[in-house]
Every structure is written in C-alpha cells, then in structure tokens.
C-alpha cells in the first residue's frame, strides 16, 4: 500500500493547511489591512477563477493538505462562492473547510454556507462600539456585523472571533471580549498587530510601533477580574494558545506573531489571489504556481522548492529590536494575502 504523501519542510514542520485568498477585493478598509488611500484591486483576469482554485486544492489534496481556509480580501463578496464551497467539500482528502469574514454577508449567506459544506466561520470584529468599528474599518456598519453573527450562531458552525488588538483604540476592550467568550460558545482570538505591507516605510513603522500591544496583557487582566483559566486542546487549524475561564462556554486564544511564539509549529502555506505560493506570511518570497495547476509533477515540484525556502521564523521581533534582516518583508498588504 503506498504511503500518503507528507508536505514536510526542513525544519520538521509537517504541512496539512492551507490558506487561499480567493480575492483582493474588501468591502471595508480596516487600519491594519489596507493603507488609508485605499487599494488598488488586481483585475478580474489575474484572479484565480473558481475551476482553478478548485484544481489546486485538489493537488494540494494530493500532497497531503486535510484542511482549507478561504480568505481575502473579503471572500463573501465573490459571486461564485457557494459553488467554490460545495467544490472543495466534494474533494476527496480534504476534511474540513473554513473561512475568514469581516462577516457583512453572514445574515444572507450563513445557511447556504453551510449547506455548501463550510464547518467554521472566523469573524473579524475588534470592537463592540459602532463608532470605533467604523474609525478602524473606515466606514463599517458593526450592526450588520452583529446580524451575521447572529445568524452564523444558528447553525452548527465553529465559530471564531479575530480580534487585532491595537494600543489606545480597542485594547480597553479586551475585557468585553473576555465577557463574550465567557457568555457564549465563541473563541475570542487575541491577535498582535503586525508590521506587514507597509506603503510608507517610515511613516507606518512609527504608527506601528505607537499601536502594537502584546496580547499577553489578557493574562493581566483575567488575573485582575479574579477569573481562573486553563489551557485547553482546542480543535482547529490556527496558531493559536488557547485557553478558558472557568465557567465559561466559549474560550479565549492569544496570537503573538510579533512576540514570535508563532513560528515554531506553522503548518501553513498561503496562495494569494493572483496565484502565487507564499511559504511564509511576512518575507517577500513567493512562486506564481497557476502556470502550472494541470501539470501536477511540475505543480509539485514548485511547492517543494517554497517549502523548502520556508525559513524557521520571520524575524518580527528581530525587526522590532533593530536587529539585521536576511531577507526582504513583503510588498503585499495583509488584504493581498489573506492573512
């Protein structure tokens, strides 16, 4: 019988997840995202269409991949989208699909989503207040977000809350996102701002370095409150150190890709929108892989040279600290990415 096929890189780190942008587009501009003059999106033509983004799961399958997660951009705003899901479910070997929202769509979309096959929902939310929510997405509608929320919590969806927690705008609210975690059956994800596709090097490393906040402060503030909390194993594809007040019925996980507890066991490969590999979130290294979406041995071939480039950690802190970097951040913004 022969053996199932093993994405392994050289550091050991067995790769079973991958993470596909499926467009640029967002119908919000949130700070961390997107510069404030705004994007602009690649065309039509140089987005993977649905049949393609359907052939490179099926060979990512084929390498071992078990598990898939759409982003953006906004991936709710593709047309083809329930016929994208219901594709990737019908794949065999793969055995869980997600997906990541700003969660605008979710009232209209949730039951057909999971009709289609999709089994979690990661919602960006991070603040429960309609004016900052509309300061940090530039122009967002948060009750429209509360709705999909809403409707999501109807079906049997795993459910995630991705909270980018930015000094002197939403980190006083860390404890209502603990609240919600205690109060309802979500994982609140505590996530650090990160340095990624900057436009003005200068100009937006100083605003970084003014707004990035370790999210190790929830720590603080559980002990503060009097709230006893554990570790807990909790199922899912993400990086997170997760964890639970006592009592509660959902769970809180913390995120620290600056504070560089995130590297160590990424299991990810990411394919933006236009179709390049990326191995690593934050260096510039990236192989266009679409050329070759029907030809699987060369198709392979491409994806083993990029995990094999895949560096055992992407030196955020290392920057942070002023210290040299051997390679170049990337050029794209975390819209462009997916995250």
Known sequence: MT???????????????????????????????????????????????????????????????????????????????????????????????????????????????????????????????????????????????????????????????????????????????????????????????????????ERDNEMWKHKYKGVETVFDICETNGWDYKPIDFAGNGPSENYQISGAKGSFGLIHPVSCRFCESCNRLRVTADGYIKSCLYWDDEESIRPYLNDFEAFKAKILHSLDMKPENHEMALAENEKSQFQKPTWRHMSQIGG
């Open 3 to 201: 053996e199932p096929f093993v994405l392994t890189d050289r550091f050991g780190r067995v790769h079973d997840y991958i993470r596909i942008s499926i467009t640029d587009k967002c119908s919000l501009r949130c700070v961390y995202c997107m510069p404030e003059e705004g994007l602009e999106f690649f065309p039509d033509d140089k987005v993977l269409s649905k049949d393609e983004i359907i052939q490179l799961v099926k060979n990512f399958a084929a390498l071992g991949i078990k598990k898939v997660r759409l982003t953006g951009g906004e991936p709710l705003m593709r047309h083809d989208i329930l016929e994208l899901v219901e594709g990737i479910a019908s794949i065999s070997g793969i055995e869980d699909i997600a997906l990541t929202t700003n969660g605008l769509a979710l009232a209209r979309l949730s039951e057909k989503l999971w009709n289609a096959g999709l089994k979690r929902i990661n919602i960006s939310l991070d603040t429960f207040e309609a004016d900052k929510y509309r300061e940090i997405t530039r122009g967002g509608n948060i009750k429209q977000v509360l709705k999909g929320l809403e409707k999501a919590s109807q079906f049997p969806f795993k459910i995630k809350m991705n909270v980018v927690v930015i000094g002197g705008q939403n980190d006083n609210e860390i404890i209502d996102f603990l609240k919600y975690s205690i109060e309802h059956p979500v994982n609140v994800r505590f996530i650090e701002f990160m340095p990624i596709g900057h436009t003005n090097i």
